[in-house]
């Protein structure tokens, strides 16, 4: 049995339109759908909700997080924890 290997670029194209956890350099996580990334991971997301120190602080409907800010990118799973890739 093979296994095909996927590179990352192919991972992302996969989870657009899927719920995501985006966790900046600052700490904050911003929760939403991926709308769609670019190669300098520039992040646009829908339903966007934003949580400090775990806590809801504000909802979004749409928001753009430049890329240089983004600590990690997660694939939301419907637990409460957050799968991290």
């Known amino acids: 049995m093979s296994l095909r290997k996927q590179t990352p670029s192919d991972f992302?194209?996969?989870?657009?339109g899927r719920p995501v956890v985006v966790?900046?350099?600052?700490?904050v996580d911003y929760r939403g759908v991926l709308a769609c990334l670019d190669g300098y991971?520039?992040?646009?997301?829908?339903q966007t909700e934003e949580?400090?120190?775990g806590q809801l602080?504000?909802?979004y409907g749409d928001a753009f997080i430049q890329g240089n800010n983004v600590?990690?990118?997660c694939l939301k799973k419907?637990?409460?924890k957050p799968t991290i890739f």
């Open 12 to 16: 992302l194209k996969q989870i657009i």
């Open 23 to 27: 966790k900046l350099n600052s700490g």
């Open 41 to 46: 991971m520039n992040i646009a997301l829908e």
């Open 51 to 53: 949580y400090v120190n």
């Open 57 to 59: 602080k504000n909802k």
């Open 71 to 73: 600590l990690r990118l």
């Open 78 to 80: 419907k637990t409460k």
